[in-house]
Nanobody, 119 residues
Framework: VQLVESGGGLVQPGGSLRLSCAAS????????MGWYRQAPGLERELVAS???????NYGDSVKGRFTISRNNTKNTVFLQMNSLKPEDTAVYYC??????????????WGQGTQVSVSS
């Protein structure tokens, strides 16, 4: 199973970015999907998560600014980030809890995409 992220980059404060993550491989079903981030010198933290049924959960620092969504048919998850702040600068990682076709449940991570918010 592979997760490939895209959509990171440099944006000014107050701007927007949309991250995408596509999962591929021997996938039977993806349970929860989510986005985490890690800034230099800090621990990785949850940004947002979404269950297969669409229930969402957000980190306190992004509530009201970020929106997570997913397409179960295409095994993709998205993160719409609005009103970006310099403190949102981090490497963003996609995460998926995958049931593979041989019925194993595993936790998979993407390679990360850099988001930088600066004027």
């Amino acid at each position: 199973v592979q997760l490939v992220e895209s959509g990171g980059g440099l944006v000014q404060p107050g701007g927007s970015l949309r991250l995408s993550c596509a999962a591929s491989g021997s996938i039977l079903r993806i349970n929860a999907m989510g986005w985490y981030r890690q800034a230099p010198g800090l621990e990785r933290e949850l940004v947002a998560s979404i269950t297969y049924g669409g229930t969402t959960n957000y980190g306190d620092s992004v509530k009201g600014r970020f929106t997570i969504s997913r397409n179960n048919t295409k095994n993709t998850v998205f993160l719409q980030m609005n009103s970006l702040k310099p403190e949102d600068t981090a490497v963003y990682y996609c995460n998926a809890q995958v049931v593979t076709r041989d019925y194993h449940l595993g936790d998979y991570w993407g390679q990360g995409t850099q988001v930088s918010v600066s004027s």
